[in-house]
């Protein structure tokens, strides 16, 4: 990961943790069981609804279900309007985000999506996904390109790459 001492790209970062649904506001680590309680369904529907688990979650959605969510082998990519870039690993996104899961005050008024594409072509679902957000003031447009495989009876996300932009 490439280390950027940019404000704005912390904001960003934020924005992201409230995409996934989670909030900013306990940074310690929790232990949270919770196995996935939803069957996920190989078709359109059933991509977008994995991904809305994700913008909008349920009262029961923990660190575990993003384990289930992310693929392993997951890369994001966070790119913004002024070209920063910082790619993560599974394990790193995962620092970044985890513990963050408890709260989801400031996430219910940061959940718009507008779904631009979804596809299935064989095991693999894409995804394009307009987000509008706004976090300590900055409101913040998020166009974010998913890419899925369907594995152990599931849709797991291999690739995010996230372009960033501030908006007025």
Same mark, same amino acid.
């Given at each position: 990961?490439?280390?950027?001492? !940019?404000?704005?790209?912390?904001? +960003?970062?934020?924005? #992201?943790?409230?995409?996934? &649904? *989670?909030?900013? %506001?306990?940074?310690?680590?929790? !232990?949270?069981?919770?196995?996935? +309680?939803?069957?996920? #369904?190989k078709t359109?529907? &059933? *991509?977008?609804? %994995? ?60 959940n718009w ?56």
């Amino acid at each position: 990961m490439k280390k950027q001492d !940019n404000s704005y790209l912390r904001i +960003t970062m934020l924005l #992201i943790l409230l995409f996934t &649904g *989670l909030s900013n %506001s306990n940074a310690q680590s929790q !232990n949270i069981e919770i196995k996935m +309680t939803h069957k996920d #369904i190989k078709t359109e529907e &059933g *991509l977008e609804a %994995s991904l809305q688990r994700l913008i909008t979650p349920d009262k029961d959605f923990g660190r575990d279900d993003l384990q289930e969510i992310y693929h392993e082998d997951m890369n994001v990519i966070i790119i913004d309007d002024k070209g920063s870039k910082n790619e993560f690993r599974k394990p790193a996104f995962m620092d970044l985000i985890g513990g963050k899961i408890d709260n989801r005050e400031e996430h219910k008024s940061n959940n718009w999506a507008k779904f631009h594409h979804i596809n299935i072509e064989g095991d693999n679902g894409h995804v394009i996904v307009e987000r509008k957000l706004n976090l300590t003031g900055t409101k913040t447009k998020l166009l974010v390109n998913i890419d899925f495989i369907w594995q152990d009876e599931r849709w797991q996300i291999t690739r995010e790459v996230i372009y960033s932009q501030e908006i007025n």
